[in-house]
């Protein structure tokens, strides 16, 4: 019987319009009324994973930044796994020598040094995913998001790098030059003690070692004397493998690429077929 559901955000819960439909909210409500313990895991920040939960009316606790940092329903911290500061300057020489774009997530928010190039980079993120979106509304919403807060903007990380007491949980790279992606996380593995992990096919994700979402997950949900063999995990690309690798019950969405399905115990519909209700109804009726 499942009596844990953890469930990935983009790609999978979330539509192409980053929305969580009808159903997925439903089957989700409807899982929590049984008693099962439902929790959020994604690579996105706090703020911004709360920000589509919020519009659902889904309240939960959530794994964000990729396990790096856990919440409870309240928003309060629970665990967090930082990375060690000077990992995150290696990071950064090796990301600068590249030239590669990337963004820091930190406890005191999410820090870009380039407000023009984020926009592009969230725009290019949701229209490469959905094509059919207009860009100039992806645009729009873009900034709003961004302005809202979601995302900061500075002049030098290295001022972030001296800031006393900072923890670091993630760099996100992004880059359409897939061989500099490449190189560089093949540099980054052989030079520094972090975890390199994709979420997509222009980005890197670099957590430490135990930011990963099966690492927190298994953690969670011994705290909650919840058997991994009792849980199930729905998600659809490679930041997901780690919960895929551990839980009783690996999903994968039906959008999610092969190699991903093919490590998977089911593949449910896409996450525009509510491939996340469907999942969820499947166990609740076994």
Request: charged share 25%; glycine share 6%.
């Amino acid at each position: 019987m499942i009596k844990a559901i953890a469930i990935d955000m983009d790609g999978t819960l979330l539509n192409k319009n980053q929305k969580v439909s009808k159903e997925n909210r439903e089957a989700i409500i409807a899982a929590q009324n049984k008693g099962v313990e439902v929790v959020i895991a994604t690579g996105r920040s706090y703020s911004e994973a709360r920000f589509a939960l919020d519009e659902a009316g889904i309240t939960c606790p959530i794994i964000g930044i990729n396990g790096a940092v856990v919440l409870t329903e309240e928003g309060n911290i629970a665990a967090s796994n930082p990375m060690d500061v000077e990992n995150v300057i290696a990071a950064d020489r090796i990301l600068a020598e590249n030239d590669l774009y990337y963004e820091i997530y930190t406890s005191k928010g999410t820090f870009s040094k380039d407000f023009d190039r984020a926009v592009a980079t969230l725009v290019d993120i949701f229209v490469t995913a959905n094509p059919d979106l207009d860009p100039l509304k992806v645009s729009e919403r873009a900034r709003e998001r961004i302005e809202m807060g979601h995302l900061k903007t500075i002049d030098s990380y290295e001022t972030l790098f001296n800031e006393p007491g900072l923890e670091f949980y993630k760099l996100l790279v992004f880059s359409p030059d897939l061989n500099k992606l490449g190189q560089a996380a093949s540099v980054l593995k052989e030079t520094v003690d972090l975890a390199v992990t994709s979420s997509g096919l222009e980005n890197l994700e670099i957590n430490s070692m135990e930011a990963q979402k099966g690492v927190a997950l298994a953690k969670y949900l011994e705290n909650k004397e919840i058997s991994l063999s009792a849980a199930m995990a729905i998600g659809d690309n490679y930041n997901d493998v780690s919960m895929f690798e551990r839980v009783g019950r690996a999903v994968a969405m039906g959008n999610a690429p092969a190699d991903i399905q093919k490590q998977c115990d089911h593949v449910t519909d896409t996450n525009d077929e509510n491939g996340v209700a469907n999942a969820i109804w499947k166990v609740l009726k076994d």
